[in-house]
Antibody, heavy 119, light 109 residues
Framework: QVQLQESGPGLVKPSQTLSLTCTVS??????????WSWIRQPAGKGLEWIGR???????NYNPSLKSRVTISVDTSKNQFSLKLSSVTAADTAVYYC???????????WGQGTLVTVSS | QSALTQPASVSGSPGQSITISCTGT?????????VSWYQQHPGKAPKLMIY???NRPSGVSNRFSGSKSGNTASLTISGLQAEDEADYYC?????????FGGGTKLTVL
């Protein structure tokens, strides 16, 4: 049974770069036809899709975040990562990683990690 | 891209049925059969309940069903139970991107 776990700093200063890693266990990130996605949720608000990566390295990003987002994959470590640059308080949220089986079928999800942007 | 439109809240009594709508455009909900629904309890990660408009993952109760007409998708929960009280989100594919609805809080009276 595949499980995902997010990790990274819980506090990031404004204007800096947020960096998170999602570790996949219970299966190879390279097996099967899956995308690997990042999704975030500000406190008390709805979900926002950030972007996805295929194990070939091809990516799709939310147009509203595209200029600041980079998603990469490290198949040797069974991990994929998120970098979000020039962060502001508006980027404070719980960040989830998820496996996407074909399109918008996100399952499973990681437990989520809270990232706060504050000086 | 704007979020898909969901009612902010719905409610129902145990045993009743409720329907949550998710309205988009011909560029997202209406243009693809890639609509999914997620259930989220407080402090928990979302859980996939419906994918590809009307398919249920293994382990999800058959009380949950999905459908689509034009630019609007719907999630119906029949035989409402207390444990169904949660937030529900729809999601749709759109031109290499993905959109979520604003979420609907379901209250079981």
């Amino acid at each position: 049974q595949v499980q995902l776990q997010e990790s990274g700093p819980g506090l990031v200063k404004p204007s800096q770069t947020l960096s998170l890693t999602c570790t996949v266990s219970g299966g190879s990130i390279s097996s099967g036809s899956y995308y690997w996605s990042w999704i975030r949720q500000p406190a008390g608000k709805g979900l926002e899709w950030i972007g996805r990566i295929y194990t070939s390295g091809s990516t799709n990003y939310n147009p509203s975040l595209k200029s600041r987002v980079t998603i990469s994959v490290d198949t040797s470590k069974n991990q994929f990562s998120l970098k979000l640059s020039s962060v502001t308080a508006a980027d404070t949220a719980v960040y989830y990683c998820a496996r996407e089986q074909w399109l918008v079928r996100f399952d499973p999800w990681g437990q989520g990690t809270l990232v706060t942007v504050s000086s | 891209q704007s979020a898909l439109t969901q009612p902010a809240s719905v409610s129902g009594s145990p045993g009743q049925s409720i329907t949550i709508s998710c309205t988009g455009t011909s560029s997202d909900v209406g243009g693809y059969n890639y609509v999914s629904w997620y259930q989220q309890h407080p402090g928990k990660a979302p859980k996939l309940m419906i994918y590809d408009v009307s398919n249920r993952p293994s382990g999800v109760s058959n009380r949950f069903s999905g459908s689509k007409s034009g630019n609007t998708a719907s999630l119906t929960i029949s035989g409402l139970q207390a444990e169904d009280e949660a937030d529900y989100y729809c999601s749709s594919y759109t031109s290499s991107s993905t959109m979520f609805g604003g979420g609907t809080k379901l209250t079981v009276l």
